[in-house]
């Protein structure tokens, strides 16, 4: 579950298997997907996952074995495969209406309504109306029909049997079954020449309605994929302008982009300010305010002023590229519930050919009656064609992960799904979580005898080289009171407690309480008193020495996000107990659970950054199973421990990528959209998997009993894949 993304072409990588993707031509159910994947798994060292509405299949495979090894057993099966470029566009789909299958619609429906009609109205039965519907219904049969004809010879030649044997025995039966009455029965009462036209008009709508279904399943990441700029102005060395193709865009180039304008890719304003929309890439409504320094990500749109961007990440290292890539692995994935679906359908065919057989002779042995015998077969035949099996996930997959996409949830695979919904508890990291992140320096307390300039002077030179917010708020407050910081010699971090180093040649030390006391120095009662006041009004402070004495107390605070009370309100509504984790001391913590409405009993302070793996397992050995919400690289360690990693897009790479569930934006009411949104997608791929196990296990003892006709069976059939989509893609109207 904690799997990173892999490439989407062929890699190989220095060590472990290499990955490709293989597009998958000719499958058609379940059966076809689930033969493929057992193919491929017993080659040595082969992992395979086929998924058929996505018609692609994910493969690692180890040295010693090719891509052209993987298509070849692919093709020997009797299906076409090819290698997936990495990078590739988005391939243009044809209209709805120009397809080979909507041809054959077309003319396969034009022929068989006249059929139905004249086998199924006695008042139309004119003399030599049975010739008339043979002619009309052959070209049906044999022309309508030949895909699944075709398909259904191939996977005999290989020993298989899938859907479309099913449904070409069938039609075939009835076809020649009509034939035989005609010419040597001298009998247009028993013909079946409906069923044969019937059946294949009604599975040719279905295969119709399922395409422009699982079309629109896909639409979100074809939407994704298409977001980014086709063109930018790239800013020469002397300044002029030039209009050159997004792609030729290299890290370190600068652009400009003009409001109204597509950011090209992700990058840092270097000149102007402006307001930025993301709502096409994060779902978030408002722009944001962006200036020098600030940075962009490709795709958003630049709402107002003129800016000028360097580029940082280009090609299938941006955001937008990544967000493609972890929602296209996602749909390409199987949940634990559908491998048991794909066990039952790589069975299913031959049990039903065996079933229809036993029928066909148990009728005749029983009645006597042929035409009954044969009717009840063909039934059966035609109402277990298992596609809406193979269709139960993938469909639900890709609505489901296409609309987070759209909502700035990013959902890393199937088996984050069943986590989503076992997760009692939620861990959420305080700092850039549950608040801003954004520390200001608020107060700053010097020792008797220092001023106030020299303790900001040395303390922000020395956080100046750390990454911590609070250390990035005292150099701020530092060189923004004062101009440019002094040099900083042999500076070290501590992990946990503060940071140490040389500056003007005084040893400094800036950081908790305890960074001091492990060196020996105490604080006099002035500085206590400023750091209990500071501490108990839910500030963060900073002690400063350098040395061997205490200087002063610096008090920096942080603000709690507007929205992160209702999103905790939201995690709890969802049965969810919220815990806050953090590093700061109880006073400040207890200071923002109050204020988002988190139970004393429910923080956990004063907690290094190697030690909040330690307390996500303490929960889980409390018999708890822990979500955990983070965005900083302490907290890749415990995301990753989590039974359930949701992490902050707006925060680093490492905690991103240990994360299951990403959230492109900063807001914590996301987390609880996340989660009910992967509730959503799992209980609506188990309601397709309950209708597609129990629609089998009623129709078919109905068409053995002789109570189904074969036409309506195809009817059913048809329609219980297309009903299968139709519900997944309820999923696009989430909120």
């Known amino acids: 579950m904690k799997d990173d993304a892999p490439a989407t072409g062929p890699t190989t990588p220095a060590s472990g298997p290499a990955e490709i993707d293989l597009a998958i031509g000719g499958m058609t159910c379940a059966s076809c997907s689930a033969r493929i994947e057992k193919k491929l798994n017993r080659i040595e060292g082969v992992t395979a996952t086929v998924n058929l509405a996505t018609e692609k299949a994910k493969v690692m495979y180890p040295d010693g074995v090719t891509p052209d090894d993987l298509i070849a057993t692919v093709t020997k099966l009797g299906y076409t495969a090819q290698a997936l470029a990495e990078e590739a566009p988005p391939a243009e789909e044809p209209a709805a209406g120009d397809t080979p299958v909507a041809r054959r619609l077309a003319v396969s429906a034009a022929l068989s309504v006249p059929v139905i009609l004249l086998s199924m109205i006695p008042g139309l039965h004119f003399p030599g109306w049975a010739w008339v519907a043979l002619v009309l219904a052959t070209p049906v049969v044999l022309w309508g029909g030949a895909p699944f004809h075709r398909a259904a010879w191939t996977n005999a030649r290989h020993g298989a049997a899938t859907m479309d044997t099913l449904v070409s025995v069938g039609t075939l039966a009835a076809y020649l079954w009509s034939l035989w009455a005609l010419f040597l029965g001298g009998d247009d009462r028993h013909i079946y020449l409906e069923v044969a036209s019937g059946v294949v008009t009604f599975i040719l709508v279905g295969r119709y309605l399922e395409a422009r279904a699982k079309r629109s399943a896909g639409a979100a990441l074809r939407a994704l994929l298409e977001l980014g700029a086709k063109d930018v102005s790239l800013l020469a060395p002397d300044g002029t302008e030039v209009r050159v193709p997004a792609g030729r865009l290299t890290p370190g180039d600068r652009f400009v982009v003009r409001p109204g304008e597509k950011i090209a890719t992700d990058g840092t304003v270097v000149e102007g300010s402006g307001a930025v929309d993301a709502s096409l890439l994060t779902g978030e409504a408002l722009p944001v305010d962006v200036t020098v320094g600030d940075a962009v990500t490709g795709a958003t749109v630049n709402a107002g002023g003129r800016l000028v961007v360097e580029a940082t990440r280009v090609g299938s290292d941006t955001q937008l590229a990544r967000m493609a890539k972890l929602v296209e692995e996602a749909q390409t994935g199987k949940a634990q519930v559908q491998r048991l679906a794909d066990r039952i359908s790589a069975v299913f065919v031959p049990v039903v050919l065996v079933i229809a057989l036993g029928t066909l002779l148990a009728w ?33 997959l890709m609505v489901g992960t296409g609309r987070g996409a759209q909502l700035g949830i990013l959902i890393k695979g199937p088996e984050v799904l069943e986590s989503t919904r076992a997760v009692d508890t939620v861990v959420l990291d305080k700092t850039g979580t549950v608040t801003t992140g954004r520390m200001t320096l608020d107060a700053a307390h010097p020792a008797d005898g220092v001023e106030e300039k020299e303790l900001l002077r040395l303390a ?23 101009g440019t910081l002094p040099r900083v010699d042999d500076f070290a971090d501590v992990p946990g407690l503060g940071v140490r180093g040389t500056v003007d040649g005084h040893r400094v030390l800036v950081g908790r309480a305890r960074l001091l006391a492990d060196a020996g120095i105490t604080l006099p009662p002035a500085l206590e008193e400023a750091l209990s006041a500071a501490e108990a009004t839910g500030g963060t402070a900073v002690t400063v020495a350098w040395d061997g004495a205490a200087r002063g107390v610096l008090t920096v605070t942080d603000t709690v996000k507007e929205t992160s009370a209702r999103a905790v309100a939201e995690l709890r509504a969802l049965g969810l107990t919220p815990v806050l984790l953090t590093g700061d001391n109880r006073a400040a913590a207890a200071s923002v659970a109050r204020a988002v409405g988190i139970a004393p009993d429910d923080v956990i302070a004063e907690v290094l950054p190697e030690d909040k793996v330690a307390a996500v397992r303490r929960l889980q050995s409390a018999g708890r199973s822990v979500a955990m919400v983070g965005d900083g690289v302490n907290d890749a360690a415990a995301l990753a421990t989590a039974d359930l990693g949701l992490a902050m897009g707006t925060g680093t790479d490492a905690a991103i990528e240990a994360g299951d569930l990403t959230l492109v934006r900063g807001d914590l009411r996301v987390a609880a959209d996340a989660i009910r949104l992967s509730r959503r997608t799992l209980a609506t791929i188990r309601g397709n998997l309950c209708w597609a196990f129990g629609y089998n296990v009623a129709a078919l003892p109905l068409a053995a009993a002789g109570l189904l006709n074969p036409m309506i069976a195809g009817a059913a059939m048809a329609f219980s894949s297309v009903f299968v989509v139709t519900n997944s893609l309820r999923l696009r109207k989430f909120t």
């Open 460 to 482: 922000g030179a020395l956080e100046h080289a750390s990454e911590h917010p609070v250390a990035r708020a005292v150099a701020t407050a530092a060189a923004d009171r004062h």
């Open 364 to 396: 005749q042995l029983t009645t006597g009656d042929t035409t009954a015998a044969f009717t009840a077969a063909v039934a059966v035949l035609i109402i277990a064609c298992p596609c809406a099996l193979g269709l139960a996930t993938p469909t639900a």
